[in-house]
Structure formats: C-alpha cells, structure tokens
C-alpha cells in the first residue's frame, strides 16, 4: 500500500504541472486562464496563442499521463489496483494542481495518455473516437464529452479488469462534469467549433 501511495502521489504531481500555463509563459503569451474560457488546455491555447502553443501544450499533457503510468508499470507491472490508481492520479493533479491553486484544466489530455499507457488499446479506441466526433461535429468539448461516455465501455472490453474499467469511469465522470459549462453552451447554441476564435 506504500508504494501505491507514493506512486499516486508522483502521479498527482506530475499532473499539477499546467503545460498550458507554462507553455504560454515561456513564449511570452497570455496566461490562458485569464483569456477566453479561461481553461488552461489546448483548445483554449489554440484560440488565443495559435497552432504552435497548441501542439505543444497538447504533446505535454498526453506525455505527463503517459509517463506517470510507465513509471508505475516500471516498479508495479502486474498490480492493477496501483496503476488504475496512477492513472486516476495523474488525472486528478490535472484537473486540481496543487502547483496553481488547484485550478486546472479540464483533462482530456492528460487522461488520453493514462488510459493509453495504461490499456494501449483503451487509447487508441478513445482517439478515434473523438476525432471521428470532431470531424463530424468540429466541437472539441462535444467530442471529448461523447469519448468520456465510451471509455469506460473501451476499458470493460479490452482489460475485462474491474479496477481500471472502475477509474476509466470515474474520469470519465469527472470530465464530463468539468464539461458543464460548455454542455450549457452546446444546448444554446453558442459553442465555438475548433479553430474558431473565441
């Protein structure tokens, strides 16, 4: 159980370091939480910093999901409980960094690279999912609320394991309420569509 809480713990650390705000700093641009949504994710960093900042928010917040379950896969590659509690972590020190006054972003990054490292499989279904949904649709929120919904489905298929299929659904749950706001928005019609500027 020690080494399950100090893995969760550099996971949840791991997970407080904002890309988005660092990222968007070190290029000399806008704090994203005090522009647009005020959500420090890429989508947001698209609309007010450009592609460039994107990407590399983007690249940083998948890396950090994956690389805080590699890490726990490294000492713990046969205890689930651990690493379905690493990847829930991870997901968490994202949502509420304790590097910036807990308030962070809205996930969907950072728990792509969990779910990738941690059921490669799980990961795949997941991207595709969403970017079935973007290209459809051109919602980034609606996509990644419809791929929260499927996730846990994804998990129970490909792991048949009831500890990752149990934090598959509560990050599921947790990113679809961090998407309330833009839930409201969708029904009013006044969602901005990717690449749109707010």
Known sequence: MLTTFTLCVIAY???????????????GL????????????????????????AIITLFFDVLKGIVAVLLARFFVPDDTLTLAGVTLAVFLGHLYPIFFQFKGGKGVATAFGGLLALVWQVGIAALITWLAMAFAFRYSS?????????????????????????????????????????????????????????
Not at 36 to 52: D, E, F, Q, Y
Request: net charge positive; charged share 15%.
């Open 13 to 27: 650390l791991f997970g407080s370091f904002s890309s988005a705000v660092i990222v968007c700093h070190l290029m």
């Open 30 to 53: 806008p704090d994203p939480r005090t522009q647009g949504s005020g959500n420090p994710g890429a989508t947001n960093v698209l609309r007010h910093g450009g592609k460039k900042a």
């Open 142 to 198: 609606l996509s990644a609320i419809i791929t929260a919904i499927c996730v846990p489905v994804f998990t129970y298929f490909f792991s048949n394991d009831l500890y990752y299929t149990t934090s598959s659904i509560v990050i599921s749950v947790l990113l679809i309420w961090r998407h309330r706001s833009n839930i409201k928005k969708l029904l009013n019609g006044e969602e901005d569509k990717i690449g749109e500027k707010a």
